[in-house]
């Protein structure tokens, strides 16, 4: 695994900047000024508006003994293990408390073939994952296609390599039977010098003529294995498309990305993207999410987006999903479900998923238009309800549960305040919304109307942007104007004072209203900083120069149908040092609710 983490700006150093109001009308009506706060070092904010920690009753419990439960229909959701690496077996009994039954782990090639030819499975890893498939669990390995005793340690280029992994992978699967679910082929293979052929080799097809060196054999012999290609970290869509052009989708069962990000919105945006990309070349592949987690300090926000990343993965069709890890790492903080023997609050939450979400049927999103609420239903009774405020009210005799599994006290049967944090619902017949008091949001809403996404030159000229492929994760930007960047809570513009590429984040109001902007600008303390401009229809309501951390609170905007409100970000004068994270909400004039900062 190669490092993975969300981008953090808190804790930087103070600034003082001058930000100016402007008024602006529509209709006769002013905008009169908000208030500007510049936020001082030390000074947090977390993400799921909610206070840290988890249920009471759930932290300080050890692993128990249990029976793995049934798997749940649809959706396999496993945890990755490194008993290959030396992890002690007695923490293989912490699957049974999260209740999964699927691991992914690997066994080295060149641990079994140190001879030509002979292979011996032997040692403790393999007893363990030998263990786990006596229990009934199922397997998920990860093989990198490298041993010493051929192509000189690379990953195997030349046919006689190729055909002597593919060799090795049918002695695996001879040895551990139908345990073994799916075979993922490389670890991460977008990152720097992970295919490293010999110089002249295109790393697409020769990745592709491994697979088809093994695929046909390894499905006559075993047919029940998944073969997945890809193993990006990210989910990388633009070095996969290089992929499914050299005919990687001929050759494998899956596609495998590692949807590492900051938040779990957006996601399900991206793996529909990825799809589209796989129509160019035929029919989509299924997308398995082979490892991923968020590493991020408050557990609530990582119990949050852990909830909220199942469902809105399962709803986009993928159905095999990973998280890393089981057990907490020290050089992967935040990213365990269990801290050596005891589980963490996310560990909670994971268990909360396998048994109130999973076993009810696959998730279907429920068409809000243009509301900034994740509502999903699952089953013939059950939701699932997040957002950035409003309230919602279910029918019938309801439970409600909050992210940890735990019943909410006097929940059922009234209305509920929308939150960031999901609410489970169970036994409702139906439901009805109540007054939105959040009317756009740039994360809940990203990449959907009525969002858009523009560059702007010095000159002012506008064009406009579409998801843009590249290694890594895909965002809105082109070829053009890179670094420039839009991402569901980052942005960077490029240039620099003297020719400027400003990265413009575009609402277009769909009717008449009166809202309070609130907005969260945050950086890490380098460059000359960048400069910011909120403005409706081309007239400046707000700007000045971000250093550090701004919050902008209740700024006043009205607008008629058409208008358009206006988040820019441009270079300062000197070029670099310029991402940015950022997260903007359009509120209900008086509804008090500043932009949650995301770092």
Known sequence: MTAKRSMRLAGVATIIVAAALAAATTNGSGA??????????????????????????????????????APATGFQFGVQTHFSQGWQPSWLALTSQIGTRVIRDTVNWASVEKTPGTYVFTGTAIDTLAGFCATGGK??????????????????????????????????????????????????????????????????QTYVATLRAMYQPLKTAHPE?????????TIGTGFLDKMFAAGMLDVVDGVAVHPYRPEAEGIDLEINHLNDVMRRYGTPKPVWATEYS???????????????????????GVTHANWYALVEQSGFPYMGL?????????????????????????????????RPIYLYKI???????????????????????????????????????????????????????????????????????????LRRDGAGKNTALELFDNKFTSYFGDIWSQPLRINTTSAAPSGDGAAPMRAVIRYTAPKAMQVDLNACFMKAVAGDGVDYRIERNGVALANGVLIDKIMITALPVNVAAGDRIEISFGPNKTYGNDLLSYHATLNKRGAVAPALCYA
């Open 139 to 204: 397997l998920s390995l990860t093989i990198v296609p490298r041993n010493a005793l051929y192509d000189d340690g690379k990953m195997v280029y030349s046919s006689a390599g190729q055909a002597a992994f593919a060799t090795y992978l049918r002695k695996l699967l001879d040895r551990f039977g139908g345990c073994v679910t799916a075979l993922e082929i490389g670890n991460e293979i977008n990152g720097n010098n992970a295919l490293d052929y010999p110089a002249g080799y295109d790393q697409s």
């Open 294 to 316: 968020y590493g991020v300090p408050d557990p609530r926000l990582a119990s949050a987006s852990l909830v909220k990343s199942v469902l809105l993965l399962y709803a986009s």
């Open 338 to 370: 269990f801290a050596s023997n005891t589980i963490k609050p996310v560990g909670v939450a994971y268990r909360a998923v396998v048994d109130h979400i999973l076993p009810f049927g696959a998730p279907v999103r429920v068409n809000l238009g243009t």
């Open 32 to 69: 009169s000024a908000a208030a500007v706060t510049v936020v001082a070092a030390g000074a947090t904010s977390n993400g799921a508006g909610a206070i840290n920690g988890a249920p009471a009753t759930s932290v300080g419990r050890t692993a128990e003994a249990a029976t793995i439960p």
């Open 379 to 453: 089953g013939a009774d059950r939701y699932v309800v997040w957002g950035g405020g409003g309230t919602i009210a279910f029918t019938g005799t309801t439970t409600l549960r909050d992210m940890y599994g735990a019943v909410i006290p006097g929940g059922a049967g009234g209305a509920i305040t929308i939150r960031p944090e999901p609410v489970i619902i169970s036994g409702a017949t139906g439901y009805t919304l109540g007054e939105d008091s959040v009317i756009a949001d740039t994360l809940l809403q990203y990449g959907v109307a009525p969002w858009t996404y």
């Open 225 to 233: 294995v998944s073969i997945l290609g890809g193993s990006t970290n």
